[in-house]
């Protein structure tokens, strides 16, 4: 962090992002949601796609890419699944009434599953299996996203960032939560980069004729051109697993469609054939399982926290103090964050006071 980051309360902050959704013609139900994601996203050290995002919203709601008010249609429905139509709207609300449908067939039927159609950026994608492991029981998201990411051997970004969130209940004072996207890096820590003045790694995105690209403000730019794209997990070829991402990205994009007939690769622009702005059409697939069809929970949660102890007690690497299992760091971050705040730099300050004045919230005061 710089020396001119200030670290701004939890609270402020989520009331903040609440009013401004507010300000936008959100309903104040809906609007608790957004702020709720976002700011979990922020608790849990992801500063890609908390606070930071707000500016983001604010463009594409400015658009029309999202919908300010969320009508969600449901498309069809069985016992243990269903499909859903968001309509663009606001995909925070989308995703957790999705999940939440998904939980409560679970609760009667043992599984539940839930895709969805024509939907926008959720949030981070960890926030929804959290949603069933506070009811008990094990949940997974995937979705798909905006053309950003190069099949292995080619540099056309076609695939989306397409994040695999899974979570489980255990004996320890944090869940297993795994939440990460396919490609190495993903377009929010890009972002996040820019603000802080940072350089991206040769070796995470490539340029047409698959040269290294690092500066972040030229990636972004380049991105919007279909002129840059990110790698997929383990990088360029096969010979360290890229191969592994890409079909792990694949396999979200089928997910994420396939489904409920939605749109896919470049269909998710957000561009219309004459370059004009138009919705993103993302889908969504959520599964919750309730543990007690399968075990009691107690035991699934005991059996949980011994491999994660287990894992974290295996022989260290030399210079290595700890090992962390997914989830570990977060909640740990999620402590330190409450009591300290959340971290803003000065070009987030910039687009803090931006969408303040744009949406005359002139009763939220910053030190800055």
């Not at 798909?144 to 099949?151: G, I, L």
């Not at 290595?320 to 959340?342: H, L, N, P, S, Y």
Request: negative net charge; proline residues 6%.
């Amino acid at each position: 962090m710089t020396d001119q980051t200030v670290y701004l309360p939890v609270d402020l902050l989520q009331n903040f992002i609440r009013d401004s959704f507010i300000a936008f013609g959100t309903p104040p139900e809906d609007a608790r949601t957004v702020a709720d994601v976002l700011i979990t996203s922020d608790l849990r050290g992801i500063e890609s796609h908390g606070i930071g995002r707000l500016r983001y919203y604010y463009d594409r709601l400015i658009t029309g890419q999202h919908d300010v008010n969320t009508q969600i249609d449901v498309v069809c429905e069985s016992p243990t699944t269903a499909v859903l139509d968001g309509n663009h709207g606001l995909g925070m609300v989308i995703g957790t009434r999705a999940m939440q449908m998904a939980i409560d067939k679970a609760r009667t039927y043992g599984m539940g599953s839930v895709a969805v159609r024509n939907s926008t950026h959720f949030g981070i994608a960890g926030y929804y299996p959290l949603m069933a492991v506070a009811q008990g029981m094990v949940g997974l998201t995937v979705t798909n996203a905006r053309p950003s990411v190069c099949p292995t051997f080619g540099t056309q970004p076609i695939l989306g960032t397409n994040p695999i969130a899974f979570g489980a209940p255990s004996d320890e004072p944090f869940p297993f939560l795994y939440d990460a996207a396919t490609p190495i890096i993903q377009r929010g820590f890009v972002e996040k980069l820019a603000r802080e003045e940072k350089m991206a790694k040769a070796g995470w995105l490539v340029d047409p004729e698959n040269q290294p690209l690092t500066d972040p403000v030229d990636i972004l730019q380049r991105l919007g051109k279909g002129e840059a794209a990110f790698l997929p997990l383990g990088g360029a070829g096969e010979e360290l697993g890229g191969h592994k991402g890409y079909g792990l990205a694949t396999m979200v994009e089928i997910l994420s469609a396939s489904f409920q007939t939605g749109a896919f690769l470049m269909g998710l622009t957000g561009l219309a054939e004459d370059g004009s702005p138009q919705p993103f059409r993302v889908g969504h697939f959520f599964i919750a399982m309730d543990v007690e069809s399968f075990v009691d929970l107690e035991t699934f949660k005991h059996t949980t926290g011994t491999i994660l102890r287990e894992l974290r007690d295996t022989r260290k690497a030399p210079g290595q103090m700890r090992i962390f299992t997914a989830g570990e760091k977060e909640f740990e971050r999620e402590q330190r964050v409450r009591r300290d705040g959340v971290p803003i730099v000065p070009n987030l300050q910039k687009d803090l006071l931006f969408v303040r004045g744009k949406l005359g919230l002139s009763q939220y005061e910053f030190p800055f």
